[in-house]
């Protein structure tokens, strides 16, 4: 079991900040495993720039997602069931960038979100982002 964030990003046209993974060529929006002396939102902040070049801030809380179907397994042999929080946040600075954990990072208008091959729980926090406007702020 592994805490792991994902960010919600969207730009000033609404667009969703979003990856596509190197390990398994899917399309998702920015996320990962918490790591030790971290607060949760470090996290976000961390991995979102990790991917993608982003700086951001945790503005909100969209969800938290524990499927106990949903088995990741990696293309290093680790197999694990994440304990999932997805955040709103919001573009501070920085620049889209790849990295080992992304080949292309995009801004994707919502509508063409469909035409793109994205993991059924990516797509339900993406829903909910859209859906769920004002969220409080937890740090």
């Known amino acids: 079991m592994v805490v792991a964030v994902t960010?919600?990003?969207?730009d000033e046209q609404g667009r969703i900040l979003m990856i596509r993974r190197t390990?398994?060529?899917l399309y998702a929006i920015p996320g990962g495993g918490q790591e030790i002396g971290e607060t949760i939102t470090q996290t976000v902040v961390r991995e979102v720039k990790e991917e993608t070049g982003i700086d951001v801030e945790v503005i909100g809380l969209i969800g938290i997602y524990s499927d106990p179907g949903h088995v990741i397994e990696f293309?290093?042999?680790e197999v694990r069931q994440e304990f999932s929080i997805c955040f709103r946040a919001r573009q501070v600075g920085?620049?889209?960038?790849?990295?080992n954990e992304s080949k292309e990072v995009i801004w994707v208008e919502p509508g063409a979100i469909g035409q793109l091959k994205v993991h059924p729980s990516i797509h339900l926090r993406i829903e909910h982002g859209l859906s769920i406007t004002n969220t409080p702020y937890f740090k």
Do not use: I, P
């Open 7 to 10: 960010a919600f990003v969207q």
């Open 23 to 25: 390990d398994n060529d």
């Open 75 to 77: 293309s290093d042999g």
């Open 94 to 99: 920085g620049e889209l960038a790849t990295s």
